[in-house]
């Protein structure tokens, strides 16, 4: 009965997370193309985690549509906090830098160690789970780490890149100007 609830569920909850994250991330950027990328990358970490979890269910792991659905949403919210933390990065650095290439190097070193730090907790929180006498909770254990590792490496690896090829348009109409004399100053500056 728990599997035939959740048969369909999977659709149904990427509609509803995709929407939901689309919403929030238009609201975030102000802009009407930005959250387009992130929403591209996540997509790809979805699909690239649903395919190890498909090799995953061959080699012997429990998988099914609440495992599924739940690594779904794993991948676009992690996915999407980490490119909400590396774009802000990157906007600040187009104001330090005249350069964009420059400014997304200097943020993706920014950023690099705390989305690895988070995609290193959530991994060894969902390690937690592999112990469980539960097999299907135990598995979960494994998808979900699947899920939030391949996120880290798609926001790390593909994200930057297309940034980088759409140039500081992409934050149209709130494009970010080289205007190092209005970076703030402060104690929080060097972090």
């Known amino acids: ?38 929403i591209a990358c996540v997509g790809i970490a979805e699909a690239l985690a649903q395919a190890i979890i498909y090799l995953l269910g061959r080699a012997g792991v429990t998988v099914n549509g609440q495992s599924t659905a739940l690594v779904t949403v794993i991948v676009f919210g992690a996915g999407t906090d980490y490119a909400l933390l590396l774009t802000a990065r990157y906007r600040e650095e187009l104001r330090r830098h005249s350069e964009h290439r420059v400014a997304m190097m ?42 939030v590792l391949c996120a880290a490496v798609v926001v790390l690896g593909a994200y930057p890149a297309l940034l980088l090829v759409m140039g500081r348009g992409i934050f149209w109409p709130a494009v970010p100007r080289h205007a190092p004399e209005f970076v703030q100053r402060g104690p929080w500056v060097s972090l």
């Open 1 to 38: 009965d728990l599997l035939g609830a959740f048969s369909g569920a999977s659709t149904l909850l990427l509609e509803a997370t995709v929407g939901l994250v689309v919403l929030l991330l238009a609201a975030t950027y102000r802009s009407p193309v930005l959250w387009v990328v992130p």
């Open 106 to 147: 200097v943020a993706w070193r920014r950023a690099v160690g705390a989305i690895a730090a988070s995609a290193l907790t959530v991994a060894a929180t969902l390690a937690c789970l592999l112990p469980a006498n539960l097999t299907l909770t135990a598995d979960f254990g494994v998808v979900g780490i699947v899920g």
